[in-house]
């Protein structure tokens, strides 16, 4: 008996998805078509496939066990459909949508924007924020091309490399640090600090890096982003300790704010480029990823 292989593309979309209504929206189709693909293959397959606990849609045993032949054989479609054409970037005009933070912008998007002029003008680029419990579901889905952050683990069939090497930098008031000398730990460990955070309370990357060696910070001020921050440490006696990358973008414009190196070792806060693996052989995406990497060195010197 023949099967309509477009009802595996809604197989893999529910369990991607864990929902109909998401899978209706990732497949730019209606939620009764959705739920009329999941009978015919139900009939076919004589298997529930997938069962409703809570407002989830649970795999069953068998489609547990269907998916990844399901999924090679749509990536086998995928890449014979894509071979089949190439991409010329010098003629193209198609945006690449990426998520990224503000400081990873300052850093990526002058040198990248100078370089597509010359290498590819008409290609545009659409820089968005999303939450990072969102990035596999959003690359999976083509809403976006790319993600740009720093190392984040468990991001299921997510490729990623990396872009910048990047490390912590403490700036002060030029007036404070002309009182009291070098940044030392002791120095650091006494002050008074600024938190810079989209969330309401909990640790940023700083409090993270410092949790690894052991070292707690006395935070009197939690801002949202570190152009503000900066705003208060050259007209006060608080601290910031932020990505060096953005500190030396940020610091010309403040001219009482001096960097010194974070006094104590910590985890480092690389910055990574991320992509699906169902992009891995697609044109567009591999000659922006190679694009990428081949300006890299711009990134390093700020």
Known sequence: MKIDLNLFTVFEAIYSEGSLTQAAKRLNLTQPAISHALARLRVRLDDPLFERH?????????????????QHALNQLNHALQVAHTFDASKSDKTFCLAMRDLVEVTMLPPLIQSLKSEAPN????????????MSQKLASGELDFAVDVLLPNLPNVHHHRLIEDELVVLVNKQLSANKGEMNKAIYLAAKHIAVSGRSSGPDLVDYALSSQGFNRDIHLRCQHYYAACQVVEKSDLVLTMPKSYAQVLSR???????????????????HLYWHQ????????IWFRDFIKNIETQWHQG
């Open 54 to 70: 809570g407002h989830k849609m649970r795999p069953t045993p068998l489609a547990q066990n269907l998916l990844p032949d399901i």
């Open 123 to 134: 290609i545009k680029v659409s820089s968005i924020r999303i939450n990072r419990k969102d």
């Open 253 to 271: 414009s403040f001219e009482h704010i001096e960097l010194f190196p974070l006094p104590m070792a910590s985890t480092d806060i690389d910055i």
């Open 278 to 285: 169902n992009r891995d052989k697609d044109p567009a995406s």
